[in-house]
């Protein structure tokens, strides 16, 4: 990807982030290693490091909440979860996002 491609998707990723991180919690609870390399292995984020202050924020804002748990033999992890007014919004941003990409598509459509 050049230069100028490379800016747009970081640019969509850094919309979308949040959203993807609610959409994998919709489906369990991870913790945050697990969450980075989910989105990393999709190229939605390049590292871990951008994730840990989203998730924060997150927590802030009531989207997400978090537990720390401790499997035997292991050190604690510190798990994530959606709570109802994150599920709220992810479904308000499906919404917003077929819309708009439906009409971003059929205006890419008509430019070929």
């Given at each position: 990807m050049d230069g100028t491609?490379?800016?747009i998707a970081t640019n969509l990723r850094k919309g979308v982030l949040e959203f993807c991180v609610l959409s994998l919690l919709?489906?369990?609870?991870?913790?945050g290693?697990?969450?980075?390399?989910?989105l990393i292995e999709r190229r939605l984020t390049a590292s871990e490091g951008s994730l840990y202050p989203l998730l924060a924020r997150m927590r802030?804002?009531?989207?997400?909440?978090?537990r720390w748990e401790a499997p035997p033999g292991a050190r604690a992890r510190r798990y994530y979860a959606i709570t109802e007014i994150g599920r709220a919004q992810l479904a308000a941003f499906a919404g917003v996002w077929r819309e708009t990409a439906t009409?971003?598509?059929?205006l890419l459509e008509g430019e070929r």
């Open positions: 491609g490379e800016r919709s489906r369990r609870d991870m913790y290693l697990e969450l980075a390399n989910a802030a804002s009531g989207t997400v909440e978090n009409q971003v598509d059929a």
